[in-house]
Nanobody, 129 residues
């Protein structure tokens, strides 16, 4: 069992930055690949970024095209956290951001809502123009 709690959302002007954090509890957290999704008002929940489990020599990451070069996902195995650094924010980044855990070591495919095993409750990010 893994419990996820997001924090760090808020209101920011376009071009600004925010750092989201996801705190995880559960002994098996480090065995899960982790991801961030987002859901804008009236839209489906979409994949944003993912990072591999903590047992390898390096972390692998994967991003949706719209955030490449602007967002960075990272994780701290000792602290059981997964962060999303968001720079150069745009109004279209406005959404509720969710942390998710998936019971795989790593994959660059299958990052869809119904493939995740655990979800947080989300944190709202609003980017004003």
């Amino acid at each position: 069992q893994v419990q996820l709690v997001e924090s760090g959302g808020g209101l920011v002007q376009a071009g600004g930055s925010l750092r989201l954090s996801c705190a995880a509890s559960g002994r098996t957290f480090n065995s899960y690949a982790m991801a961030w999704f987002r859901q804008a008002p009236g839209k489906e929940r979409d994949f944003v970024a993912a990072i591999s489990w903590t047992g390898g020599h390096t972390y692998y990451t994967y991003y949706t095209d719209s955030v490449k070069g602007r967002f960075t996902i990272s994780r701290d195995a000792a602290k059981h956290t997964v962060d999303l650094q968001m720079n150069s924010l745009k109004p279209e980044d406005t959404a509720v951001y969710y942390c998710a855990a998936r019971a795989v070591l790593w994959s660059t495919t299958g990052w869809v809502e119904n493939a995740m095993d655990y979800w947080g409750k989300g944190t709202l990010v609003t980017v004003s123009s």
